[in-house]
């Protein structure tokens, strides 16, 4: 049998069409979201993930600013923008698109945004909250994975769900959202002694580790449902983590690459923007 597809950019347009229903009302009210986005350097796919963004808030009605800079701007100067745009009352929002160019302190740039603004949830004490379960800003790629998982109508609750990778951006943050939806959840990274084994325990399995293809059909339960976070390009093609051709054969539900979790992310990043505009 043949997977389900789940179809994250279908899934990521229906809730940009929420939004920008919102985002009309809220801005007749006088009280339009804005995002600010910085961009240091010239990183050509930054600068393609900093466009999609801009052309989604055109959509949806945020105002959003992008403020570039090249990639010699000393770290006070960054610092300086960032407080600007802290004190900025129109901003509700405040992204500084990762990675930062070699000789910039990316920590020290994150924890200069107001937590309220921090729309990418990076900020330590957005990820103090997430881990206590006290609200706050939710890293988005993680938060796309589980709206995902909810809109498949699977309950979530008491599933056994496998984290392959631990980033901060999307393992660890994944893991826990799951814990919070009552999933047994497992984390597994490059010192787990079988990964194929812990894999084939998932009722959902989420792939984010940035290894083309790594995950196999072997390694997936009959009718598990599988996120693929992974973009990686492989001969000048976008491939996921895993090989989907092989393991739709396995799975319940799968995700693309690309058209999976990519557009859910700018989704749920204009929706935190929105969130923290209704909050200001
Ligand atoms: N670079 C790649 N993904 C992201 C993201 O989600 N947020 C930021 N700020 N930078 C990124």
Request: some cysteine; aromatic content about 2%.
């Amino acid at each position: 049998m043949s997977a389900r597809i789940i179809d994250g950019k279908g899934i990521a347009q229906e809730i940009r069409a929420e939004l920008a229903k919102k985002v009309a009302e809220m801005t007749t009210q006088g009280n339009q979201p804005g995002l600010a986005v910085v961009l240091v350097g010239d990183d050509p796919a930054s600068a393609v993930y900093v466009r999609q963004k801009r052309r989604a808030c055109e959509e949806i009605g945020i105002r959003s600013v992008i403020h570039r800079l090249p990639a010699d701007i000393s770290q006070q100067e960054l610092l300086s923008l960032v407080e600007e745009c802290n004190q900025d009352k129109s901003i509700h929002g405040i992204l500084v698109q990762l990675p930062l160019p070699d000789g910039l302190n990316e920590e020290e740039v994150i924890e200069a945004i107001s937590p309220a603004k921090d729309v990418d949830g990076f900020h330590p004490i957005n990820v103090g909250r997430l881990q206590i379960g006290k609200g706050g800003s939710i890293p988005c790629t993680p938060a796309g994975v589980v709206e995902l998982v909810r809109r498949t109508g699977t309950p979530i609750e008491g599933k056994h769900v496998v984290v392959v990778g631990r980033s901060n951006i999307v393992g660890k943050p994944a893991a826990t959202l799951f814990l919070q939806e009552n999933a047994t959840v497992t984390i597994c990274h490059s010192r787990t002694k079988d990964v194929a084994a812990e894999c084939r325990r998932a009722d959902i399995l989420v792939a984010a580790v940035g290894r083309p293809r790594l995950v196999k059909k072997d390694w997936i339960k009959p009718g598990a449902i599988v996120i693929d976070v992974g973009i990686n390009r492989v001969d000048g093609k976008l491939v996921g983590d895993v090989d989907f051709d092989e393991v739709k054969d396995v799975a319940g539900a799968i995700t693309p690459v690309p058209g999976g979790v990519g557009p859910m992310t700018i989704a749920m990043l204009m929706k935190a923007t929105v969130e923290a505009a209704l909050r200001a």
